[in-house]
């Protein structure tokens, strides 16, 4: 199989290096950064984390190569990837399946609408954090699950293809049949500690028992959970509280993007976070005024970055 990986930040550097180790993958990046770019061509992907250090061989890319290819991940930040999938044309193919992973809810619309919703899959990280060390270094502390789905008429032999070439990576890497359940399963978790985190610089377990956060975080997990279960998903959490507390436990020192985000200077995907529950709800005539707060508050604090 040969795979193009575009947006090789933290997250898309972990993929492409586990990928290209794992034998029987052609794989190659595209990112914008050149420094990083020339890096990988002269040295190899290095990845570091709990299993050691590995070096993985890729071509890499400042813009997407005239070469079609069967899978193209598209592995960038939210906002940009509606943009990112219409400058992967030249990778997509007749039968090329694209695969895009990224936080919360929004952004596979804009990739359907430029490379087409029946060559589509959507993909779900949890329990992951990475970052990037420099040109050609990337570090993860975690690589729990990804779960894959179709975001339309993908065939499922194709979905299960992905999730082969993950589970041949290292990863646990499952396809499921009901993918929009299972991203509101993680918006939940997502809403509790992204605005939070980002506007107090408190980590994952300090948010949930904080006398004055935590609260707001379980306000805002219990809104996105309503939510959901007013828009009629198939969500399988009896208790909100309990299922972000749950997650919160097995990373407890970890820092959300949105807070990564802000303490580099960036924007952050919160409007596709918090910002996702008031927007679904009002498709049922609900308001989600935690989040809706929460998300201008931490678009209010970009704004002076």
Known sequence: MRIAVVGCGAMGSVYAAR????????????????????AINA??????????????????????????VDLVVLAVKAADAASAAAQATPLVGPAT????????????????????ADRLAVGIASG??????????????????????????????????????????GFDAAAVEDIAAMQWEKLICNVAY???????????????????????????????????????????????????????AQMPAAKPSALLDVEAGRVSEIDVINGAVPREAAKVGRTAPVNATLTALVRAREARL
Request: aromatic share 4%; glycine share 12%; net charge negative.
């Open 194 to 248: 992204s605005a939070p985190c980002a506007l107090t610089g408190l980590t994952v377990g300090e948010v949930m028992d904080h006398e004055h956060m935590g609260p707001v975080s379980r306000a805002a997990a219990t809104e996105a959970w309503k939510a959901a279960r007013a828009l009629g998903v198939g969500i399988d959490v009896p208790d909100p509280v309990e299922h972000v507390r749950a997650f919160g």
């Open 43 to 68: 040295d190899g992907l290095r990845l570091v984390g709990p299993d050691g250090e590995h070096r993985a061989t890729v071509r890499a890319h400042t813009a997407p190569p005239a070469d079609p």
């Open 128 to 169: 992951f954090g990475a970052s990037l060390r420099g040109p050609g270094l990337a570090h993860h502390n975690a690589m729990r699950a990804l779960r894959f789905g179709a975001y339309a008429g993908l065939d499922p032999t194709a979905v299960e293809c992905v999730a082969a070439a993950w589970r041949a990576g």
């Open 19 to 38: 990928l290209a180790a794992a034998g029987g993958y052609d794989v190659q990046v595209v990112d914008a950064w050149a420094d990083h770019v020339a």
């Open 97 to 116: 399946t694209v695969l895009t992973i990224q936080n919360g809810l929004g952004s596979a619309e804009g990739v359907a609408d430029a490379l087409g």
